[in-house]
């Protein structure tokens, strides 16, 4: 079932443009859902209002939340300190009639922790209604764009410090069902909800397949934490690409080595795995390349 108390109200999705954003946008719309797409330069999304949205600058939050009782949170990327940038347009939000956040997180940042844990942490004390969601790392990002995906269609490498250890890596498409549901059931979830595909995978388990899809060799090549970190500090500042670095890390040591029934809890279906995901995505993405689809 779906809130019914104000069906003129928006959703407002920020980061409408993005991985998560884009997908929980489509979804809440196809359900019949006012949806305002929020982006730093109001993105054009098709049966959505579009709207200017810029985490530092306050003066776009008003057009923002105007006729707005719901709000997808994406967190600004790449910064150190989300929660500075963040509580005080959540503090606005509140006061602006917002009665439900849902706050996009990671599987590998508990409240309290690092980074958007502090946000995440606030969160029950902002809004009477709420869900974190914890994901783990996206099936998308060998698949999109991303590091790995273009490492793997420039080189057929994926680079991590990861190891041998396994990740419950899910869709995004599975994490956007799963946003629609906290988001627009009668009932907000008010927790946090650890999201992962239906396996466990390593590095090395996902060059394979990839390498299965496409029909070209794709390899995982181990890299120490600090080679992981001086790569990714060549493309974003130091302390994120520490965070990053330290997250593989983690990942090597079993810390992401799980699964979840929490898609199937809050949407009825099984969530999809990886080869389903790599045939959906990788196969239309090289036919476009090459100039088989219009």
């Known amino acids: 079932m779906t809130i019914t108390d104000d069906c003129s109200a928006a959703v407002l999705v920020v980061g409408a443009t993005g991985t998560t954003g884009s997908r929980t946008a489509a979804q809440l719309i196809a359900a019949g859902h006012r949806v305002k797409a929020a982006g730093r330069r109001a993105p054009a999304f098709p049966g959505a209002e579009p709207v200017r949205f810029d985490w530092y600058d306050p003066a776009t939050f008003g057009a923002a939340l105007d006729g707005t009782d719901r709000v997808y949170l994406v967190p600004p990327v790449g910064a150190p300190d989300p929660a500075a940038v963040m ?51 996206f099936m998308q990002n060998f698949t999109g764009a991303h590091l790995h995906a273009d490492s793997i269609r420039e080189h057929g490498a994926i680079l991590t410090a990861a190891g041998a250890g396994r990740v419950g890596f899910v869709d995004a498409d599975d994490i956007a069902a799963v946003a629609v549901r906290a988001l627009t059931d009668d009932r907000a979830p008010n927790t946090d909800l650890v999201l992962t595909g239906p396996e466990a995978l390593s590095h090395d388990d996902i060059a394979s397949i990839v390498g299965d899809v496409t029909g070209r060799h794709v390899a995982h090549h181990h890299l120490t934490y600090d080679d992981m970190c001086d790569r990714l500090a060549a493309l974003m500042p130091q302390e994120f690409a520490a965070m990053l670095a330290g997250m593989d890390r983690a990942i090597a040591g079993g810390a992401e080595d799980r699964t979840t029934d929490t898609v199937q809890r809050l949407t009825g279906r099984p969530p999809h795995g990886f080869r389903v995901v790599a045939e959906r995505e990788l196969t239309v993405r090289a036919a476009t390349e090459t100039g088989l689809t219009r």
């Open 87 to 137: 509580l005080p347009f959540l503090h606005r939000a509140r006061a602006a009639g917002v009665h439900r956040a849902v706050l996009l997180s990671s599987s590998a940042i508990p409240a309290g922790g690092p980074g958007v844990g502090a946000v995440h942490q606030a969160l029950p004390g902002l809004f009477g209604q709420w869900a974190v969601l914890r994901p783990s790392w």
